[in-house]
């Protein structure tokens, strides 16, 4: 038996956050200032809808009718008609068979894993893959097998050769800290010739890759595939909140059946359901949105190279810049912020690759002066903070 020393039982807890704040990895919460003033590149409201007068009015309007809060889940009390109508509107606007929405796209992730797998399932997921797929994968009791970024030949011998009868890849369309993109074709190709299915989030490829900002899995030409799943974010191009999954209506109603985060989770809020309904309108009748949100990525990217920047090239919206420091990251996008441009900084543990670098994401709404203006503060910016050497 465990004696007591007499310390506190989370004294733990001291040491791991000065270890943290040693190696420049202590995180804050900063509250948004509600009337703005800043040039927003941090936040993930690709096409600008977030704060639009037809989003934010559908969003009121279905408050004052339904309430606040869903009430309950899905299953009990938690479902309206604007539930139902935006899992149609969604199947229909990506070219699935069916669609099921939950509270966010990370319980929509975890619930899509967790049902689809489980013991005697191989999951093959790629490395780069977003936290809430990562816990999925850990919650789902599956055998876990981790492949290289992208690795194609990776991901073919792990499916080639695993014991269990069922097999599922997952990966990021887009993945969330470069926006490099995974070879979707390729692998549901692999997947069809050894028997497994295709899990793909499609969180940051919703609204602005493809036909109309249909996402990445219908450019693919996947959207209809029957051993393809695709989960879906309401919260960023679309600028609501919660998440979906998308795919054969069998995989749909096995979910509503046996997804825990479906079952036991409160449903989304009427108010976030109406706000992606009206996104998912604007969208289609403005479908030149996605690309002026790829475009604008592009010039972001492209000019900050022609500045000696280390900046990834975009597919989607998304735009890395590389720190050489963890401490550096920190104070590049604090001397951003204190100049009027709000950056993204990702660290440790948030990087797979474990190098510190700042996330910026274009919108459908920045003009030629955001991003003039844009470019300069960042590069003064840097200089200030000595983000010129190599990233470690």
């Known amino acids: 038996m465990t004696e007591h020393t007499g310390e506190s039982v989370f004294d733990w807890i001291d040491a791991r956050a000065e270890a943290r704040a040693e190696a420049g990895l202590t995180r804050r919460v900063r509250p948004r200032a509600a009337s703005g003033g800043a040039l927003d590149l941090a936040g993930n409201d690709y096409l600008g809808l977030a704060r639009d007068k037809r989003v934010v009015g559908a969003a009121a309007a279905a408050s004052m009718r339904w309430g606040a809060g869903s009430t309950g889940s899905r299953l009990v009390t938690g479902s309206t008609e604007l539930h139902t109508e935006l899992e149609y509107e969604l199947a229909n606007f990506c070219g699935a068979q ?4 939950f509270s966010s796209g990370y319980a929509a ?6 049902a689809l797998s489980g013991p005697g399932t191989a ?17 789902s009791r599956a055998d876990v097998v981790v492949a290289g970024h992208r690795d194609l030949p990776q991901v073919t011998r792990a499916l080639s050769t695993r014991g269990e009868r069922r097999g599922l890849v997952v990966t990021d369309s887009v993945f969330s800290v470069d926006g490099d993109t995974a070879p979707l074709a390729e692998l549901a190709a692999v997947c069809r010739e050894h028997g497994a299915g295709l899990v793909v989030d499609d969180a940051h490829g919703l609204g602005v ?12 030409g996947l959207a209809k595939s029957p051993d393809v799943v695709t989960t879906v974010t309401l919260s960023k191009a679309l600028g609501a909140q919660g998440g979906a999954v998308l795919g054969p ?5 096995h979910l509503v059946d046996t997804a825990r985060t479906f079952i036991f989770d409160t449903g989304l809020a009427p108010g976030s359901a109406a706000a992606a309904l009206a996104s998912l309108k604007a969208l289609k009748e403005e479908p030149e ?3 002026r949100v790829r475009e604008a990525a592009r010039r972001l990217s492209e000019r900050l190279r022609e500045r000696g920047f280390r900046a990834s090239e975009p597919s989607a919206a998304v735009v890395s810049v590389l720190a050489p420091s963890p401490e550096v990251a920190v104070a590049w996008a604090e001397a951003c912020r204190e100049r009027g441009v709000l950056v993204g900084c990702f660290r440790p543990p948030s990087v797979p690759d474990q190098v510190s670098r700042l996330r910026l994401t274009a919108r459908a709404d920045l003009s030629e002066a955001d991003l003039a203006r844009a470019v300069e503060v960042i590069a003064e910016a840097g200089a200030s903070a000595g983000a010129g050497s190599r990233p470690r």
């Open 98 to 101: 069916a669609a099921l929405v």
């Open 289 to 291: 949105r996605p690309e």
């Open 109 to 114: 992730n975890l619930g899509a894993l967790t």
């Open 209 to 220: 890759v493809g036909d109309g900002g249909r996402g990445a899995v219908h450019a693919a």
């Open 123 to 139: 999951i093959v997921a790629d490395q780069h893959i977003h936290a809430s797929l990562i816990d999925g994968c850990k919650l």
């Open 249 to 253: 209506g069998r995989v749909i109603r």
